[in-house]
T-cell receptor, first 115, second 113 residues
Framework: GAGVSQSPSNKVTEKGKDVELRCDPI?????LYWYRQSLGQGLEFLIY????????KSGLPSDRFSAERTGGSVSTLTIQRTQQEDSAVYLC?????????????FGPGTRLTVL | AQSVTQPDIHITVSEGASLELRCNYS??????LFWYVQSPGQGLQLLLK??????LVQGIKGFEAEFKRSQSSFNLRKPSVHWSDAAEYFC???????????FGRGTSLIVHP
């Protein structure tokens, strides 16, 4: 595709509900990243996928957060039993490879609001 | 561990004025350094990056940044700001052996006509 796409663009949910956020990376990009951007904060790394390797989950804040990447392309970030502190913008990025010098291309994000 | 500090939360400049956004990093060796811009409702877009070589880096949209090892800084500059430059700017660093960037908290640029 032309760029990284994310859906939905906005999601409002009630505390305790589960949510799924979707990311479609650029075609051919093997690396995919999820970040969380809270109000007034920088980007917080959540999880990283590279090809068929086991994902780097070191940034996930709790076991309520999980993510998968199917067929090396589309990724879904799932938050179970949402809490108000989960409210943030969730950004996805992809890059051609996993080298530090590979440019990350970001999607527009999903704004999650937990009431 | 690597870290990034952007000391200015907000910067206000007049259109046509020059701009400098500050970024300081903490890392033992020479890091990889990046500046991103985020317009409202958009994802981040890479402005420029530094890996090695010439310490003055040119980017898109007329931006440049200078790596100063002695000051652990990578400040972003633009000689003449346009109203369309109003956005959030993020500095990021990747330390050797890592592939995950650490981002600063961002600087919000406000441009007055």
């Amino acid at each position: 595709g032309a760029g990284v796409s994310q859906s939905p663009s906005n999601k409002v949910t009630e505390k305790g509900k589960d949510v799924e956020l979707r990311c479609d990376p650029i075609s051919g990009h093997t690396a995919l990243y999820w970040y969380r951007q809270s109000l007034g904060q920088g980007l917080e790394f959540l999880i990283y996928f590279q090809g068929n390797s086991a994902p780097d989950k070191s940034g996930l804040p709790s076991d309520r957060f999980s993510a998968e990447r199917t067929g090396g392309s589309v990724s879904t970030l799932t938050i179970q039993r949402t809490q108000q502190e989960d409210s943030a913008v969730y950004l996805c990025a992809s890059s051609l490879g996993s080298s530090s010098t590979d440019t990350q291309y970001f999607g527009p994000g999903t704004r999650l609001t937990v009431l | 561990a690597q870290s990034v500090t952007q000391p200015d939360i907000h910067i206000t400049v007049s259109e046509g004025a020059s701009l400098e956004l500050r970024c300081n990093y903490s890392y033992g060796a020479t890091p990889y350094l990046f500046w991103y811009v985020q317009s409202p409702g958009q994802g981040l877009q890479l402005l420029l990056k530094y890996f090695s070589g010439d310490t003055l880096v040119q980017g898109i949209k007329g931006f440049e940044a200078e790596f100063k090892r002695s000051q652990s800084s990578f400040n972003l500059r633009k000689p003449s700001v346009h109203w369309s430059d109003a956005a959030e700017y993020f500095c990021a660093v990747i330390g050797g052996g890592s592939y995950i960037p650490t981002f600063g908290r961002g600087t919000s640029l406000i441009v007055h006509p």
